[in-house]
């Protein structure tokens, strides 16, 4: 699946103390810099000073070695660097550990890895070898050992430093698209490298691994390409996140195309300006799969992953969801976009017809913590705007369900619209979307999604019934020749809680009330259903508007209504970030009482998503 990202209008501007600020290397040579004046400078002259280069996947180890071999020859130091590879198990007993999570009857999802480490790939009798070797002398200033879990809590005492090199996550989904990453147990691409490998089991080893790290490194290193490396202590890194979560954070957002996609985008500008995107399917402008870039003040950014401030879940988040799920950022926004220029069949502007799964139903099949919890807002609506949800109260559903098993998306349903209700939609609908409802964003209008997230992988539940039998978008050939979708039927019709179009009507379509009116501002909160786990909320406003987090609920906000408007706290209002319209930012559950402020007048909406329970 093709991804494009934009950095435009996406940093985060931090004060940091002068300290934190000038420990920052940037670029390889002073980086490597570092590291062969850490060398030089041991206390213990007599022996080799030993370090951990541990890491996330696809760090550029090969370019990393040969610099410090260059620069550490250059200062009359000899440096051994030694691969952890070896002392990973055989590359079949690794595939045969991962079988369980990733060979299942299912096709389209795995089972999580819930409990497994690092550790569990590794050879017990080669780990003490290495431990042995690290703490023997050897003809050498530097042992360095690399590569993902070098730094396993095994061997972590083994070393007299140890470096964490991160990664964002789109780069590493590019590469594994392309067969260029290089798993456990490789010390090359595995070009066949399976996708469930990753989001199943690799990712969750990784994770485990990082989380660990970050408490015991002694320097952070962003490693995403070898020529942009940048280094900071662990000092100057921990006081740098902790600030960054005193200010409200934006992200750097994803674009995709696909087989509804559409051009809106065409018309904003801005940071929807994307070389390569030539249709808009859906935006994520929030989540934990995206990145952030924190200027401190320096000659470059930091770009790091988000859930770097999961090290602090229960100021980021809120203490009852950092609690309740352990490790999980359980949030997401995404922008549909649903604009075409001339009438189109709803065949090829409406999103397949699909439903998502609850809490129970993903922990039963994958292990996965929370359910896929959804609502629409409608942010614009042009000629057609529609929403596809619910069956009609007559269809006749073991016709339907017999239509699509026979279908497989491969052979068209003439009559699929006698069985799924249509909805005309305007500007502030809300539809709420609880598991097993079968809908589909229907096209001609900007959809607001704003939805939980079910796993840390960022793995997608949605269960696809029909997709109108259509190609899919080949972004190679920026066309819609591709094959199409992939169903999910027995999911889709073992999690169906078929709601009918009186149920719908009833039940799911919000309706906003009024919840706090001042001559400034007016706040709204939307009718909701017992089983959705957040509200959705409205600032409307021409200057300002209040808001308090009240150190407990993180506040998603998304400006859908006006230029752009500053976020600023209350306590101190230096601690500002500002967003414009479409982008959204996150605001920490620890950042207390704050105002929107509007800088150019006209009139505003900020939607917001919080958790209902703090």
Avoid at 181 to 204: I, M, N, Q, R, S
Avoid at 413 to 431: A, E
Avoid at 560 to 577: C, F, M, Q, W, Y
């Amino acid at each position: 699946m093709p991804l494009y990202e934009s950095r435009k209008y996406a940093e985060n501007r931090i004060e940091v103390k002068p300290e934190w600020r000038d420990a920052l290397a940037v670029g390889p040579d002073k980086v490597v810099q570092c590291i062969v004046r850490l060398i030089a400078g041991r206390a213990d002259r007599k022996r080799p000073l030993r370090l951990a280069f541990d890491g996330w996947y696809n760090i550029d180890w090969p370019a990393i070695n040969r610099a410090l071999a260059q620069q550490a020859s250059a200062a009359g130091l000899k440096v051994i660097s030694k691969s952890i590879v070896p002392v990973f198990q055989s590359r079949d007993e690794i595939a045969a550990y991962k079988r369980s999570f990733t060979e299942t009857d299912d096709p389209g999802f795995g089972v999580v890895n819930t409990e497994g480490h690092l550790a569990d790939l590794m050879v017990p009798a080669a780990v003490e070898a290495l431990r042995a070797e690290l703490r023997a002398p050897a003809a050498a200033d530097a042992i360095v050992v690399y590569g993902p879990g070098a730094a396993v809590p095994a061997l972590s005492d083994a070393y007299d430093a140890r470096f964490y090199f991160d990664k964002t996550r789109q780069p590493i989904l590019w590469e594994m698209w392309d067969g260029k990453l290089v798993p456990f147990g490789w010390d090359e691409p595995k070009k066949d490298y399976a996708w469930k490998d990753y989001y199943y089991c690799d990712y969750h080893l990784l994770d485990r691994q990082k989380h660990y790290l970050l408490q015991h490194m002694d320097y952070w290193v962003e490693g995403i390409a070898f020529d942009s490396l940048k280094l900071l202590t662990r000092a100057a890194y921990d006081g740098i996140m902790q600030t960054l979560l005193q200010y409200p954070v934006k992200e750097v957002p994803i674009y995709q195309p696909g087989p509804w996609g559409a051009y809106r985008y065409r018309d904003l500008g801005g940071q929807f300006d994307v070389p390569g995107l030539e249709c808009n399917a859906w935006n994520e402008l929030a989540g934990p799969e995206l990145s952030m870039l924190v200027d401190i003040g320096g000659e470059t950014m930091l770009n790091m992953p988000t859930m770097n401030l999961m090290q602090y879940a229960d100021k980021f988040l809120g203490r009852h969801i950092a609690e309740t799920y352990p490790g999980l950022f359980p949030m997401d926004v995404w922008l549909d976009d649903g604009y075409f220029p001339k009438p189109t069949p709803a065949e090829r502007i409406s999103m397949p017809i699909h439903n998502h799964p609850g809490t129970d139903y993903v922990r039963r099949h994958f292990k996965e913590p929370l359910g896929r919890y959804e609502t629409y807002y409608i942010a614009e609506a042009y000629e057609g705007a529609n929403t596809w949800m619910g069956y009609k109260d007559e269809a006749d559903i073991e016709e339907w369900e017999r239509l699509c098993r026979d279908s497989k998306n491969l052979k068209v349903i003439p009559n699929w619209k006698d069985f799924i209700v249509n909805w005309d939609t305007n500007v502030g609908d809300l539809f709420l979307i609880p598991p097993g409802t079968v809908h589909g964003h229907g096209g001609n209008q900007m959809v607001l999604e704003m939805d939980t997230c079910p796993s840390i992988a960022a793995t997608e539940y949605s269960f696809f019934t029909y997709d109108f039998a259509r190609p899919s978008w080949d972004d190679k050939t920026k066309t819609m020749t591709g094959k199409p979708c992939n169903m999910h039927l027995d999911h889709s019709f073992d999690n169906d809680k078929y709601c009918r179009e009186s149920w719908v009507k009833d039940h799911l379509r919000a309706k906003p009330k009024v919840i706090r009116w001042t001559r400034e501002y007016q706040l709204d909160r939307y009718t909701s259903d017992p089983r959705m786990p957040f509200e959705i909320e409205r600032y409307h406003f021409e200057t300002r508007a209040d808001a308090d987090t009240e150190g407990k609920f993180m506040h998603i906000v998304t400006l859908t209504v006006g230029k752009a408007v500053a976020i600023r706290s209350k306590r101190n209002p230096k601690l500002t970030s500002t967003i414009r319209k479409w982008q959204t930012a996150l605001v920490p559950a620890c950042f207390g009482e704050y105002e929107f402020v509007n800088p150019d007048g006209g009139f505003c909406t900020v939607v917001q998503l919080r958790w209902k329970k703090g």
